[in-house]
């Protein structure tokens, strides 16, 4: 991407029409989109259920073709396998396969992109350290309750050092917790990472604490787009906070906004704080006087291979942006260097993402039965060929290829 101002995903007139068997239109899922995601932001693409969203984002991945208009992805068509590399996608739903635990999944992922062991292996032990699930990362993922599966999710998405993120609702199933640390999350990879992030959300608390420009969508078409700042500014009122005011002085305030301004005071009230935060204070208390809790465990340091900045402002991350919740205006600064891993992979990985074949979409199908065994074979040895048969050298391209 270089020092370059082009904008990272360009979509002009985008739109997509979903036919029934008789070539009919169906549904207009996209319509005549137009939008634009400049190097190094956070950008947000807001809308109810059914907007159009992860519609957009599927033709972004090069994985629906738009009936008209056309969107590019780093500069190119998005069937491009060349940037299928730089791009790391987390789905609408983890699509996880419920025998793997979360190193096997990590592993599994690095290996379609072809990064060699030693590398793969650093990794994957920062990914499961960062997101929290170091403690947790022997155990099936099919086991994992829904923000330990948008965990790995988010894991996965990094694996290969994207330079543009594109986050499905990636907070869903988290608690608020968890919410608060994958917000955090984001904020630091774009500000110290560089990466540029796409999240796509009907959460407007999650958007309005990292994103700095937003579209918002209803039925395939964007009502609204712009600096996040902007668009939620009410220019129209003047708001005034102080310590708690006497009476008599609220009195003598009221008198002056209403005789020398002529106009009327709306509410003079002492202000709450937002639930979130409130709860956040809570929990972070309870969880000092008694550290140990079963499940995912709070992530935050930051995995060191992830490019654009240095190791030592990542340790702490969750509790430095803990209360940077105004995100810095985007620098456009370099991008890093794309990760120098083999180009067809990656098409494969964002395919394993969505394709339905042997994959199970989060905990739900989890419960399904384990997979068929052989006959004479125990469950246990049935999941263990897989597994191994899973991490067999893919493509007949060894753990040697890189090293
Ligand atoms: N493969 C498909 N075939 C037919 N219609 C589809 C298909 N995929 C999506 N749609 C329709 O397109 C519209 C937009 O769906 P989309 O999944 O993009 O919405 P969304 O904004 O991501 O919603 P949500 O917030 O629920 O995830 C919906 O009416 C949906 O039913
Ligand atoms: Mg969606």
């Given at each position: 991407m270089g020092t370059d101002?082009?904008?990272?995903?360009?979509?002009?007139?985008?739109?997509?029409?979903?036919?029934d068997f008789w070539y009919r239109s169906r549904v207009v899922a996209v319509d005549r989109l137009d939008f634009?995601?400049?190097?190094?932001?956070?950008?947000?693409?807001?809308g109810p259920n059914g907007s159009g969203k992860s519609t957009t984002i599927k033709m972004m991945l090069g994985l629906l073709y738009p009936t008209h208009g056309r969107i590019s992805v780093l500069g190119r068509p998005p069937t491009?396998?060349?940037?299928?590399?730089?791009?790391?996608?987390?789905?609408?739903?983890?699509?996880?396969?419920?025998?793997?635990?979360?190193?096997?999944?990590?592993?599994?992922?690095?290996?379609?992109?072809?990064?060699n062991r030693r590398d793969r292996q650093r990794r994957v032990d920062q990914l499961l350290e960062m997101v929290?699930?170091?403690?947790?990362?022997?155990?099936?993922?099919?086991?994992?309750?829904?923000?330990?599966?948008?965990?790995?999710?988010?894991?996965?998405?990094?694996i290969n050092d994207p330079d543009l993120l594109i986050l499905d609702e990636p907070t869903t199933g988290l608690d608020p917790i968890g919410t608060r640390e994958i917000k955090d999350l984001i904020v630091f990879l774009n500000r110290e990472k560089r990466k540029t992030v796409l999240l796509c959300s009907?959460?407007?608390?999650?958007?309005?604490?990292?994103?700095?420009?937003?579209?918002?969508?209803y039925g395939g078409r964007r009502q609204a787009v712009g600096p996040i700042h902007e668009l939620l500014s009410q220019e129209n009122l003047t708001q005034i906070t102080t310590d708690r005011l006497s009476e008599g002085t609220l009195h003598r305030i009221r008198q002056i906004v209403e005789?020398?301004?002529?106009?009327?005071?709306?509410?003079?009230?002492?202000?709450?704080?937002?639930?979130?935060?409130?709860?956040?204070k809570t929990v972070r208390e309870a969880q000092k006087a008694r550290p140990e809790t079963s499940g995912a465990s709070a992530g935050g340091r930051i995995a060191d291979f992830l490019a654009g900045g240095?190791?030592?402002?990542?340790?702490?991350?969750?509790?430095?942006?803990?209360?940077?919740?105004?995100?810095a205006p985007t620098t456009g600064a370099a991008q890093a260097s794309p990760a120098e891993v083999e180009q067809e992979p990656a098409r494969e990985v964002i395919q394993e993402l969505v394709s339905d074949d042997g994959i199970l979409a989060g905990r739900d199908d989890a419960v399904e039965g384990p997979p068929a065994a052989l006959?004479?074979?125990?469950?246990?040895?049935?999941?263990?060929?897989?597994?191994?048969?899973?991490?067999?050298?893919?493509r007949g391209s060894g753990d040697e290829r890189q090293e």
């Open positions: 101002h082009k904008p990272v995903v360009q979509a002009v007139g985008l739109t997509k029409v979903f036919r634009d995601i400049r190097p190094n932001e956070v950008f947000g693409l807001l491009d396998v060349a940037i299928k590399s730089r791009i790391g996608y987390l789905p609408e739903e983890s699509y996880l396969y419920r025998f793997l635990n979360a190193r096997e999944t990590l592993d599994y992922y690095g290996r379609l992109f072809q990064i929290g699930l170091t403690r947790e990362s022997r155990r099936r993922v099919g086991e994992y309750s829904k923000g330990m599966a948008r965990r790995i999710g988010l894991a996965q998405a990094l009907h959460l407007l608390a999650d958007v309005e604490d990292v994103c700095q420009r937003v579209a918002v969508l005789e020398e301004e002529g106009k009327h005071v709306i509410s003079m009230t002492a202000p709450t704080a937002r639930l979130e935060a409130f709860f956040l240095g190791a030592e402002e990542g340790q702490a991350v969750v509790e430095s942006l803990i209360a940077a919740s105004e995100v006959p004479g074979e125990s469950v246990e040895e049935a999941d263990r060929r897989v597994i191994e048969e899973l991490l067999k050298p893919t």
